[in-house]
């Protein structure tokens, strides 16, 4: 069993920056792919970025290419998501997943374990 639990997020203006940790409970978490997702009101559940086991390997939507940053600390069982230059429409619950396969994926039916979430409110 797997827990996670995100905490960072609140409400910002458009422009600055927020970075997400999301920390895992376990002592395999270097074994766990990581990934962010995020859903906005009346939305689905939408990927956002993953990271490889090591941190040798990440993955973005085209959304966020360029503003946020995924990486992981494993000695900290921890994965963080540093957003830079947010814009209102990235307004969502967001919430980290672990994929025990080991194959970084977008797709949000690999993952296996799922954290409560944290809000993220840009204004404008």
């Known amino acids: 069993q797997v827990q996670l639990v995100e905490s960072g997020g609140g409400l910002v203006q458009a422009g600055v920056s927020l970075r997400l940790s999301c920390a895992a409970s376990g002592r395999t978490f270097s074994t766990y792919v990581m990934g962010w997702f995020r859903q906005a009101p009346g939305k689905e559940r939408e990927f956002v970025a993953a990271?490889?086991?090591?941190?040798?390997?990440?993955v973005y939507a085209d959304s966020v290419k360029g503003r946020f940053t995924i990486s992981r600390d494993n000695a900290k069982n921890t994965v963080y998501l540093q957003m830079n230059s947010l814009k209102p429409e990235d307004t969502a619950v967001y919430y980290c997943a672990a994929d025990l396969s080991g194959m970084v994926t977008k797709f949000k039916s690999q993952y296996d374990y799922w954290g409560p979430g944290t809000q993220v409110t840009v204004s404008s």
């Open positions: 990271i490889s086991r090591r941190g040798l390997s990440t």
